[in-house]
């Protein structure tokens, strides 16, 4: 018979023995033993569950947990928002338990408020609620009727006083076209566009954006900006790109424009190689022009148009069709003019010829006692004998 010998080496095998016989602890294999793990497992769960409650019931009833009242909410950041428009959002958590203020609630009802861009607040034991706002930035004016007020760069309206906005000494544009009704895209879109407006008339230092007065908004592919010359006003249509250039070329040709027509009140300048000019009375005029460091090109004649014409997307015409056209029309509006003032003279010479005929004839008639339409009379029994002997 084979005599088998435990190797030494093999220390796996009294582990292996050793856990065929007695099992894993969380599975007895035997009845009492499971019963004994669920009661363990059972006042386990008991007794957490019973120090959890009696945390919650110390933490509700303890005094010291409360919030007494305003003087416990800190608030660290305000400068146009102030502690009385910051405190109701509160006002439900005076003599509340700190640990039961709804945090991200309140987060939002600060951020809801005009000037308040992000809030956070947080609960700092025991009793105390510390709030940090980070108020929006104001980059322009704008203009409702006849009140001012400011707008951020997401295109939030924000109030404030005159009093107060003289104080801060603000220096913006005033911006038009950014209405309260509007969808918040939307007023977001319009200030991206002078966003990108003023960043270009401000690159490399130059702060051109100092040049403008007003920037209408309403078209928003179109930022249409009053230019403040001397006398009046331009307004400028500079587009949605190329911002920078454009106001070069408006600075190098203004002066020549201006000089050749007096009443220049618009200039569109969304033309890769010409500029529509528009007059105060609603003519155009049609201007090619070279880059902003060549000399100013000539300006042909003024086109007559409608009044407020909007130039189309199409570019105008050439200076030759704008050389003949006002010609012609004037050549025909002498034409007409000296054929009606003809047909006139012929009128009233026929009407004087027709009251002289009419005075001659009234001299030399006869002058007539009968009636307009007088009957034939019979003949009187004299007549009657008379005419009878006669015959």
């Given amino acids: 018979m084979p005599f088998e010998m435990q190797d030494p080496d093999d220390d796996d095998a009294p582990r292996k023995r050793l856990g065929k016989e007695r099992g894993r602890w969380w599975r007895p294999a035997s009845t009492a033993g499971r019963v004994f793990l669920g009661l363990g497992a059972l006042i386990v769960v008991a007794g957490f569950s019973t120090v959890v409650v009696l945390a919650r019931t110390y933490l509700e009833r303890d005094a010291r947990f409360r919030i007494a009242g305003a003087s416990h909410i800190q608030a660290a950041g305000l400068t146009e928002v102030t502690r009385a428009e910051l405190l109701p959002v509160f006002g439900e958590d005076i003599g509340r338990n700190i640990f039961f203020v709804p945090i991200n609630e309140r987060r939002k009802q600060l951020e809801a408020i005009p000037w308040v861009e992000r809030a956070t607040v947080m609960r700092l034991l025991p009793d105390q609620i510390r709030v940090q706002v980070v108020e929006r930035q104001p980059v322009a004016f704008t203009r409702h009727g006849q009140q001012i007020g400011l707008v951020d760069a997401n295109g939030v309206l924000l109030d404030m006083s005159a009093a107060t906005m003289a104080a801060h000494h603000y220096s913006f544009p005033v911006v038009t076209g950014i209405d309260p009704g509007d969808p918040a895209d939307s007023r977001k879109g319009r200030m991206a566009m002078y966003a990108r407006l003023m960043t270009e008339l401000d690159a490399n230092g130059q702060h051109f954006s100092e040049q403008i007065s007003e920037i209408d908004l309403t078209d928003p592919v179109d930022a249409r900006v009053q230019m403040p010359e001397q006398g009046a006003d331009v307004l400028a249509h500079f587009g949605e790109d190329h911002f920078l250039e454009r106001y070069q070329r408006y600075r190098a040709h203004i002066a020549e424009w201006r000089q050749q027509y007096p009443k220049l009140a618009a200039v569109d300048l969304r033309y890769d190689h010409q500029v529509v000019l528009e007059m105060a009375s609603g003519a155009t005029a049609s201007a090619p022009t070279a880059s902003a460091d060549a000399a ?96």
């Avoid at 704008?322 to 025909?332: D, G, I, L, Q």
């Fill in 296 to 391: 100013p090109a000539a300006v042909p004649p003024v086109l007559q148009a409608a009044p407020n014409t909007k130039p189309s997307a199409a570019k105008p015409a050439s200076a030759k069709t704008a050389s003949t056209k006002p010609a012609a029309m004037t050549a025909n509006n002498k034409t007409a003019s000296n054929a009606k003032s003809s047909t006139a003279a012929a009128a009233k010479a026929k009407a004087a010829a027709m009251k002289t005929k009419a005075a001659a004839d009234k001299k030399h008639a006869p002058v007539k006692t009968a009636s307009a339409n007088p009957e034939k009379k019979k003949p009187s029994p004299s007549t009657r004998q008379t005419a009878a002997e006669g015959q």
